[in-house]
């Protein structure tokens, strides 16, 4: 959008800062007293009408007064949102309820639920690092019986993946160990996106160069490797939150059915996997089925170059941006901090 000029700016902040506070429609009398604009109630009216032909404000009732827009409050938080710092208090909080930094990453999700829940009071998604995005640190086969294997699949992430592999050729202990010192040389460090692309290269390389056991070792892998992994473990929190943060009861209602369906969910967090930074969606653009009061601020985790899963709270649109935006980015951070070193 086109600059509006700084009056309207002026106003349209002063609209949606009181509109985010009492969650009831602005009068123009409203604005000009309680906020410095220096200006009269006919001029702030005057205002208020030029936001609303340009698809800012609205009207709920003839004669009330003035609601931001979606479109609206997407230009309020791209453009004049001041999001306040966290205090070195706040940022300590989080680390110590996030961390420490020696845990399980299937301890840590719950974890970061919980802190998200009580410091946001709104409604908490969390996604498991994703198996798809995380890369394998190691892979070893082990013998279980003459005639199955139980696949061992470690991640940078502290994750571990089993699965057992029936085994119907002859495998001697030494076959077995150069099968594992192979395979680990060959995608140590990849992606599971990465590991199928780089087993099907060198099937085709194994098949010329007529080694047998390692051929056989990458038929082991192409059993082992989950060929559509899905995404990770998804934990929704905090739905009561969502019936006390609103006067709608009915749409709070559908909010609730909607974070039900798994597949919904994880449509919003892979847009939010796919862009940089803190994201944030309001009403229709969260594309939460036919849900338009919501808000959904949300981050992924585990550095831009690869991320490894998604943090997010979800609410009504009147909700704290200023307060959450800072809340869910930390919190992303401080996940990528400790993943690493687990």
């Known amino acids: 959008m086109n600059d509006i000029g700084a009056r309207a700016k002026k106003v349209l902040h002063a609209v949606v800062s009181e509109y985010l506070s009492t969650g009831e429609a602005v009068g123009s009398q409203t604005v000009a007293r309680r906020y410095p604009l220096e200006v009269s109630p006919a001029t702030v009216r005057n205002v208020m009408s030029d936001l609303e032909e340009l698809g800012l404000l609205r009207h709920l009732h003839t004669s009330a007064g003035r609601i931001p827009t979606d479109r609206g409050l997407r230009y309020y938080v791209d453009t004049l949102l001041r999001v306040r710092s966290l205090s070195i208090t706040e940022?300590?909080?989080?680390?110590?309820?996030?961390?420490?930094?020696?845990?399980?990453?299937?301890?840590?999700?719950?974890?970061?639920?919980?802190?998200?829940?009580?410091?946001?009071?709104?409604?908490?998604?969390?996604?498991?690092?994703?198996?798809?995005?995380?890369?394998?640190?190691?892979?070893?086969?082990?013998?279980?019986?003459?005639?199955?294997?139980?696949?061992?699949?470690?991640?940078?992430?502290?994750?571990?993946?089993?699965?057992?592999?029936?085994?119907?050729?002859p495998l001697s202990p030494g076959d077995l160990d150069r099968i594992n010192n192979y395979l680990n040389s060959l995608i140590a460090g990849l992606t599971l996106d990465q590991v199928r692309t780089r087993i099907v290269q060198e099937i085709d390389k194994e098949r010329s160069a007529s080694d047998e056991v390692l051929?056989?070792?990458?038929?082991?892998?192409?059993?082992?490797?989950?060929?559509?992994?899905?995404?990770?473990?998804?934990?929704?929190?905090?739905?009561?939150?969502?019936?006390?943060?609103?006067?709608?009861?009915?749409?709070?209602?559908?909010?609730?059915?909607?974070?039900?369906?798994?597949?919904?969910?994880?449509?919003?967090?892979?847009?939010?996997?796919?862009?940089?930074?803190?994201?944030?969606?309001?009403?229709?653009?969260?594309?939460?089925?036919?849900?338009?009061d919501i808000a959904v601020v949300a981050a992924s985790y585990g550095g831009e170059d690869r991320p490894l899963g998604t943090i997010g709270v979800i609410g009504p649109s009147r909700m704290n941006y200023s307060k959450v935006i800072p809340l869910v980015d930390f919190t992303a951070e401080v996940i990528t901090q400790i993943l690493p070193k687990l």
């Open 215 to 292: 051929a056989r070792g990458l038929e082991l892998a192409v059993a082992a490797v989950p060929a559509d992994p899905s995404g990770g473990d998804i934990l929704v929190d905090g739905q009561s939150n969502l019936l006390a943060a609103t006067s709608d009861l009915d749409g709070a209602k559908r909010v609730l059915r909607t974070l039900e369906e798994k597949d919904v969910i994880v449509r919003l967090l892979d847009r939010t996997v796919a862009a940089p930074g803190i994201c944030v969606f309001i009403g229709s653009e969260a594309n939460l089925a036919d849900l338009t």
């Open 91 to 169: 940022k300590d909080e989080i680390r110590e309820r996030v961390g420490p930094i020696s845990s399980d990453p299937q301890e840590v999700m719950p974890r970061v639920s919980r802190l998200l829940r009580e410091l946001s009071r709104l409604a908490v998604v969390v996604q498991a690092p994703r198996p798809e995005s995380d890369s394998v640190s190691h892979l070893e086969f082990v013998r279980l019986r003459d005639n199955q294997l139980l696949a061992v699949i470690a991640s940078s992430s502290g994750q571990i993946q089993n699965k057992l592999v029936p085994l119907d050729f």
